[in-house]
């Protein structure tokens, strides 16, 4: 158990509840530690703390639109990789034709985000359909195949040696967000069955980052029944329920999904937009003091963002401050809206996430004056 150099204290003109009834003409921003799990501090300012005139050196924001990369093979180990470090490598990935293969990771737990279109999924547990919204999360040394009904874009992360879980909910309790019960597993079907054969099969497994192909004279999809307490499962964000307060501000970690090692992945589903009239209604200004912070937009109006659109990532690095765009944090003080229709998926990550040339192809390079006060 840490032991935090951590004591209440006070000076000058402050707000007695954080995202609340900040003292007039200032600008709160959270400084704090574990990715506002640890202690903090929330200062008041004059002036927004991303009312830059310039910004220069490594430490700038990014934001890249992935709906401009170039259309890619119909196999998994062809995405595009965007970032990456020891803990997790983000892909993205265009499937529009059925794998004509099997994909099998043997380096980590495998995490798909069904960004657009619909189709089939096959795995050593059975069949099941996806559709857009989906995630599906995918055991290490899981074979699985895609055969897309509708062209298909998808965000893949891996859990580099890790594995996924699910967030310890408190004491809101097991139940909260999603209920367990909505988690969907495979089933060895009519559909499954149908697939199953004597034809040649390949399964192309990556291994310590590199490729082996391994070549049967049958479909190794031959299961024909299972049990146990390991399993590949979706949930959509549809089935989300975000936690929620009228009178508070909660921060992105109150939306967590899943947990891996080093990092977490957030979901932003719809929801009300706090009502009372001292609450911030857009998130807080602060600082990325632990964490690197990637968002991948997925649907609606980002409310705190200002021309994103679904199909974008924006990355904050950690050390960075930042917030709500100027047009959209004046937006939320008129209190103009009653709630959110944006979807998102956030990946929080404890140690830096390196930039891949995939990324740097399509990134906005204006990104970082977006936040500039509008003359």
């Not at 408190?170 to 967000?177: Q, S």
């Not at 060895?188 to 497994?205: E, H, M």
Request: glycine share 6%.
């Amino acid at each position: 158990m840490k032991k935090w150099i951590s004591f209440p204290k006070s000076a000058g003109e402050y707000s007695k509840q954080a995202h609340c009834d900040l003292p007039a003409g200032t600008y709160e921003r959270e400084m704090g530690k574990e990715g506002f799990f640890g202690p903090a501090c929330h200062f008041h300012h004059r002036h927004p703390p991303t009312g830059w005139a310039s910004f220069e050196g490594p430490l700038h924001p990014h934001a890249f639109d992935l709906n401009e990369l170039a259309v890619t093979s119909p196999s998994p180990w062809d995405a595009h990789l965007l970032f990456s470090n020891n803990d997790a490598r983000i892909r993205f990935w265009q499937c529009q034709d059925a794998m004509t293969h099997l994909a099998r990771n043997a380096d980590g737990d495998e995490l798909l985000f069904i960004h657009e279109g619909a189709g089939d999924l096959y795995c050593d547990w059975g069949h099941m359909s996806y559709r857009d919204g989906d995630y599906i999360v995918l055991p290490r040394g899981t074979m699985w195949r895609l055969a897309p009904t509708s062209p298909t874009e998808l965000l893949l992360v891996e859990a580099t040696q890790s594995s996924y879980q699910l967030p310890e909910k408190g004491m809101v309790g097991p139940h909260a967000i999603f209920d367990p019960a909505v988690l969907e597993t495979p089933q060895i079907n009519d559909a499954f069955r149908a697939q199953q054969g004597d034809q040649t099969w390949q399964v192309k497994v990556k291994r310590a980052g590199q490729m082996s192909t391994i070549t049967y004279p049958f479909n190794p999809l031959d299961t024909t029944g299972w049990h146990g307490d390991l399993v590949a499962c979706k949930v959509n964000w549809r089935d989300i329920r975000p936690l929620m307060s009228h009178r508070y501000h909660l921060p992105p970690s109150a939306h967590t999904t899943f947990v891996a090692r080093n990092f977490v992945i957030c979901t932003f589903a719809p929801r009300p937009i706090e009502s009372d009239p001292g609450a911030l209604k857009v998130p807080f200004y602060h600082n990325n003091d632990d964490y690197d912070e990637l968002i991948f937009y997925h649907r609606g109006n980002f409310f705190s963002r200002d021309n994103i659109k679904p199909g974008m990532v924006t990355l904050h690095p950690n050390g960075f401050t930042h917030g709500p765009h100027p047009k959209a944090f004046e937006a939320g003080m008129k209190a103009t809206r009653t709630e959110t229709d944006e979807v998102a998926v956030m990946i929080d990550s404890r140690f830096p996430l390196e930039i891949n040339e995939a990324a740097h192809t399509v990134e906005w390079p204006g990104y970082v004056d977006s936040w500039k006060p509008k003359k």
